[in-house]
């Protein structure tokens, strides 16, 4: 009692530029710059002792936020006289000038799913990555981009006829995510036979000819494998970066190889990988091993489970249906490491952060 009034008595008056001086101490640790450095802190208000402040992230699913707050609460008690401290929350996703610069759509980052084959469970992670960037207030597109299964529909349970208005496309909303598939434009039986400028050209329009809303991730969900169709799709449409999904087995992961050096060639950064069905059948820890290997992020070992299966197959996503399950929570915790990367990928593209400083 005594030592706070002697405190209180003039030699500690808490100020704005010591609250910001003791947070130019916090480093948001995936991007290696203080929390004032990136702009991070608003709203600083002092009142009494009681220090309160917003700290912006740079995604909704931050998977460090915990981590931050602690670190920042501890930073600004340690200022003498305060006596609480009070911290709110905001996110404004950052904007890939590299899209930008190539597309007048309000989309401020690209998300490509690829895989080195199919039947790794490639749309399985774009769909519940997307719905999980959704559930923590992203606003979140997923595109099918899959020309030879489109099953992004199925696994979300919608059925759309897409109307047209202002001449562009409107997508359907399913689970707080906007989706467009190749799907809703060609009836089951239609055999779709493509050609490389086709192929372009359908991809093209599926980015300038829809009603995408503003966006901070679009997710895409690209053909499996690393052929031509493969290098067609991920050449006309910008990405932020390419989360590549295997299965444990050596034969996945040799192709997953494929993948890495394709998108190394197209110069488009690879966000990480995850193991997918992940477990006993398989085994597990290849992906991580791979990961070592190449220097890329193991983002998530997602496990193998029947709930995985069945929420595609009845258009629930495992994250919706099963949130509590194992999967439920791998997948949830794969979308905030994959948010994370793209924050690190697109910032390291920005003016704000020299390449150079990110780790
Ligand atoms: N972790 C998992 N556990 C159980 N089944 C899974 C898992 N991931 C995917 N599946 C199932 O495996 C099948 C193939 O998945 P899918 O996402 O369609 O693969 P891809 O898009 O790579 O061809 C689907 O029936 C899906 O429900
Ligand atoms: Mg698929």
């Known amino acids: 009692m005594f030592r706070r009034q002697q405190e209180g008595d003039g030699r500690a008056v808490v100020t704005e530029d010591r609250v910001m001086q003791a947070l130019s101490k916090v480093y948001e640790p995936e ?6 450095t990136l702009k991070m802190i608003k709203d600083v208000s002092i009142e009494d002792g009681v220090v309160g402040f917003t700290i912006v992230l740079t995604t909704p699913a931050c998977p460090l936020r915990g981590r931050i707050e602690a670190e ?10 305060v006596k609480q401290v009070n ?10 000038n590299r899209i930008m610069g190539r597309l007048a759509l309000p989309l401020r ?9 199919g039947g790794v469970g490639k749309t399985t992670i ?3 990555l997307a719905v999980a960037l959704a559930q923590s207030g992203a606003k979140v597109g997923l595109m099918d981009a899959d020309i030879y299964g489109p099953n992004v529909p199925i696994m979300l349970g919608v059925e759309w006829r897409p109307p047209v208005k202002d001449n562009k496309i409107v997508p359907a909303v399913a689970y707080g995510v906007e989706v467009m598939s190749m799907a809703f434009l060609v009836r089951p039986e239609q055999p779709l036979i493509w050609r490389g400028p086709m192929l372009h050209s359908a991809i093209r329009q599926f980015l300038s000819d829809v009603a995408w809303g503003d966006l901070d991730y679009l997710v895409i969900d690209l053909p499996p494998g690393t052929g031509d169709a493969q290098l067609t799709l991920a050449q006309s449409v910008p990405l932020s970066g390419a989360l590549l999904v295997t299965t444990p087995q050596q034969v996945a992961l040799l192709d997953v190889v494929k993948a890495v050096e394709m998108f190394n060639q197209l110069q488009v950064p690879v966000l990480g990988i995850v193991e997918n069905m992940s477990g006993d059948v398989f085994g597990q820890g290849g992906g991580r091993r791979l990961a070592e290997r190449y220097g890329v992020p193991l983002l998530g070992e997602i496990p193998l489970d029947a709930q995985v299966r069945s929420g595609g197959d009845s258009g629930r996503p495992v994250v919706v249906a099963a949130p509590d399950s194992a999967a439920g929570k791998a997948l949830a915790q794969m979308a905030k490491e994959v ?6 990928v697109t910032l390291s593209q920005a003016d704000v952060i020299p390449l150079t400083t990110l780790g």
Do not use: C, E, F
């Open 87 to 96: 911290i709110k929350w905001d996110a404004s996703v950052p904007t890939d």
């Open 339 to 344: 948010a994370a990367r793209v924050s690190v």
């Open 126 to 128: 774009a769909v519940n």
């Open 109 to 117: 980052n690209t998300i490509a799913v690829a895989s080195g084959k």
């Open 72 to 81: 920042a609460r501890q930073a600004v008690m340690a200022i003498p006289g």
């Open 31 to 36: 991007l290696h710059r203080d929390l004032v």
